[in-house]
């Protein structure tokens, strides 16, 4: 099942039942002025509101379940202010890093990850040792190239490993800022179903095509 939905995450949630998906694995916009070059002011003074917003969807995760949500380590200062909860880190390490003049390269992105509620665990379907890190490739030419109308694809190893590790097979997973769909690509590569959302038309339509190819190329094999 591949359910994408175009509109704000906040109204679109409201359809699906509480309770009734096995993660929520997203990654919101960082309040650091970045330019999406959409309509989007991506402003640090009404961050702490997208993160309240976002753990609204802990309500459509099944006892059990997980919340996965990618942070800069700008912000790490705020992490335990913001996700009152019992997270933990994983570290989204990067193979290669473009051109940076600061002192220390950052090549690390990170996913707080936390449980919610009592449930079954991780490791009763893994059938890998996990980790709490991966190590991306992230050289330009591992980029799927439908992916370059966004500005910040992640990585489509990296967003596997945390499907993977947090959403059992033929589970659902809901990510409410799809972006370019990387996710989705995810789910469909690993028999993951996957609702996802996503408030820009442009992006909307480069996830509809990556996930579309995703599953053309899975029938053909």
Not at 16 to 37: K, L, M, N, Q, R
Not at 64 to 93: C, D, N, S, T
Not at 174 to 200: Q, W, Y
Request: aromatic content about 12%.
């Amino acid at each position: 099942m591949i359910d994408l939905r175009l509109g704000d995450c906040l109204e679109l949630m409201r359809d699906i039942p509480d309770g009734s998906v096995d993660a929520v694995i997203t990654d919101p916009p960082y309040g650091v002025g970045f330019d999406y070059g959409t309509e989007y002011v991506d402003s640090e003074r009404k961050y702490k509101n997208v993160i309240d917003n976002l753990l609204h969807s802990e309500s459509l995760v099944k006892p059990g379940g997980f919340m996965v949500v990618y942070q800069p380590a700008k912000h790490a200062r705020y992490w335990a202010e913001w996700f009152p909860r019992e997270w933990k880190p994983i570290a989204l390490l990067r193979n290669f890093v473009a051109g940076w003049r600061g002192d220390i390269v950052p090549a690390t992105d990170y996913a707080l990850w936390w449980k919610v509620g009592k449930g079954t665990k991780a490791r009763d379907w893994q059938d890998f040792f996990a980790r709490d890190w991966f190590l991306c490739n992230t050289a330009p030419a591992n980029r799927d190239p439908l992916s370059r109308g966004h500005p910040c694809p992640r990585p489509l190893d990296g967003v596997s490993y945390l499907v993977k590790c947090f959403c059992p097979p033929n589970g659902i997973v809901v990510d409410l800022f799809m972006g370019s769909g990387t996710t989705g690509v995810a789910c469909v590569k690993l028999n993951r179903n996957f609702i996802g959302m996503e408030i820009d038309p442009t992006y909307f339509e480069i996830a509809q095509r990556r996930i579309a190819e995703a599953q053309a190329q899975g029938a053909l094999l």
